[in-house]
């Protein structure tokens, strides 16, 4: 059975950090590219980050450029998000994603997808 397991997000005042994690079963995780995905209340799903199988190669939002990171373990099936400076417009519903083949940075391109896990920042 397929599986991406988000860790639990959380409340977090703005200007802190928190680390987020999908742990991957059911498929050859160190073959797919991974990638983040948000969605804040009243508005769509955006991309967030991506990180190809060989962690060689990520992307960015512009808006999470400099403050957010993406990383993988693939001994570990998992992925991360870091992020640090959040801001108050980061709360979302954060999804992992893994991809196989298509486009990195659309909701279609992805095969699999996590349940979501709810990240709050206060001011």
């Known amino acids: 059975q397929v599986q991406l397991v988000e860790s639990e997000g959380g409340l977090v005042q703005a200007g802190g950090s928190l680390r987020l994690s999908c742990a991957a079963s059911g498929f050859t995780f160190s073959r797919y590219s991974m990638g983040w995905f948000r969605q804040a209340p009243g508005k769509e799903r955006e991309f967030v980050a991506t990180?190809?199988?060989?962690?060689?190669?990520?992307y960015y939002a512009d808006s999470v450029k400099g403050r957010f990171t993406i990383s993988r373990d693939n001994a570990k099936n998992t992925v991360y998000l870091q992020m640090n400076s959040l801001k108050p417009e980061d709360t979302a519903v954060y999804y992992c994603a893994a991809r196989w083949r298509g486009d990195a940075y659309a909701i279609s391109g992805y095969n699999y997808w996590g349940q979501g896990t709810q990240v709050t920042v206060s001011s």
């Open positions: 990180i190809n199988w060989s962690a060689g190669t990520t």
